[in-house]
């Protein structure tokens, strides 16, 4: 493999969308810097899809641990180079209701996951990339972000949040010839929402979202919701008056909070 192939960096990348977006870089002949918590997984993962050491470098961090997640990105610098681009996707959604005074313990893990754990992967290719005034920052948001739903206030905040803080890091590395991409997923079909009970209306397979982001990044895209018929429901729904939003979801079924799906 020519090792001036570009490189991309993915964070979550042993199941759903990490994974479906590690296959499609790999598919257009990028090399891999892979990271997961479950490092075996990862691993069999590149091994059963022919990805030797060559083409795909594997770290083991949980991103809420700041010095894990730094510490993948200085290993990746160090072995594999600057990558051209870097994916910020491990997340987590949990249910939460704040009268439950364990899942303020929810709320807490998601915003170091899904917020903390952003800027966290980010953080060791800042330097590098404004250096040599290149590389793409992108940041998986979801379409969550763009209203409060009922018994997900942890994860539609994190993820709004998602999207103002990549908002304010496009417009801190523009001066330096850097990218950012926000991506809104809609429903994808993935371990993190095989749970949901509710309708999930345009659910895409993973390998159909990764095809589309892989597009959208390359275009260097600001701000892409995928799929294009959730991005025409989200601004409805953000248009909807209060008394109409809070009346049509009052009885949608709400995300499992963790005591009630814990195995």
Same mark, same amino acid.
């Given at each position: 493999m020519?090792?001036?192939?570009?490189?991309?960096?993915?964070t979550?990348?042993?199941?759903?969308?990490?994974?479906?977006?590690?296959?499609?870089?790999?598919?257009?002949?990028?090399?891999?810097?892979?990271?997961? !918590?479950?490092? &075996?997984?990862?691993?069999?993962?590149?091994?059963?899809?022919?990805?030797?050491?060559?083409?795909c470098?594997?770290?083991?961090?949980?991103?809420?641990?700041?010095?894990?997640?730094?510490?993948?990105?200085?290993a %990746?610098?160090?072995?594999?180079?600057?990558?051209?681009?870097?994916?910020?996707?491990?997340?987590?959604?949990?249910?939460?209701?704040?009268a439950?005074?364990?899942?303020?313990?929810?709320? !807490?893990e998601?915003?170091?996951?899904?917020?903390?754990?952003?800027?966290?992967?980010?953080?060791?290719?800042? &330097?590098?990339?404004?250096?040599?005034r290149?590389?793409?920052?992108?940041?998986?948001?979801?379409?969550a972000?763009?209203?409060?739903?009922p018994?997900h206030?942890?994860?539609?905040?994190?993820?709004?949040?998602?999207? &103002?803080? %990549?908002?304010?890091?496009?417009?801190?590395?523009?001066?330096?010839?850097?990218?950012?991409?926000?991506?809104?997923?809609?429903?994808?079909?993935?371990?993190?929402?095989?749970?949901?009970?509710?309708?999930?209306?345009?659910?895409? &397979?993973?390998?159909?979202?990764?095809?589309?982001?892989?597009?959208?990044?390359?275009?260097?895209?600001?701000?892409?919701?995928?799929?294009?018929?959730?991005?025409?429901?989200?601004?409805?729904?953000r248009?909807?008056?209060?008394p109409?939003?809070?009346?049509?979801?009052?009885?949608?079924?709400?995300?499992?909070?963790?005591?009630?799906?814990a195995?």
């Amino acid at each position: 493999m020519n090792d001036r192939a570009p490189l991309v960096f993915i964070t979550g990348a042993s199941s759903g969308i990490g994974q479906a977006l590690a296959q499609r870089y790999a598919q257009a002949g990028w090399r891999l810097a892979l990271v997961a !918590r479950r490092e &075996a997984a990862l691993r069999d993962w590149a091994q059963a899809q022919g990805l030797g050491p060559e083409r795909c470098g594997v770290y083991a961090a949980d991103v809420a641990d700041v010095g894990r997640i730094v510490a993948a990105g200085q290993a %990746c610098l160090s072995t594999q180079g600057l990558p051209d681009v870097v994916i910020a996707n491990a997340g987590i959604s949990v249910g939460m209701d704040t009268a439950e005074r364990d899942d303020l313990d929810v709320m !807490r893990e998601t915003f170091a996951t899904n917020n903390t754990g952003m800027a966290a992967t980010f953080h060791p290719f800042m &330097a590098p990339m404004r250096a040599q005034r290149r590389g793409t920052l992108v940041g998986i948001a979801s379409v969550a972000a763009i209203r409060g739903l009922p018994g997900h206030a942890a994860y539609c905040a994190s993820k709004a949040a998602v999207v &103002a803080y %990549c908002e304010s890091l496009r417009g801190e590395c523009r001066p330096f010839g850097m990218k950012v991409v926000t991506l809104l997923p809609g429903y994808i079909a993935t371990p993190l929402t095989a749970k949901n009970p509710y309708p999930m209306p345009f659910l895409m &397979a993973p390998e159909d979202f990764a095809d589309q982001a892989f597009r959208a990044i390359g275009a260097g895209a600001s701000y892409r919701v995928i799929p294009w018929p959730m991005a025409v429901v989200a601004k409805l729904l953000r248009l909807l008056p209060n008394p109409l939003f809070d009346r049509a979801f009052a009885g949608r079924g709400r995300k499992p909070r963790r005591s009630s799906t814990a195995t």
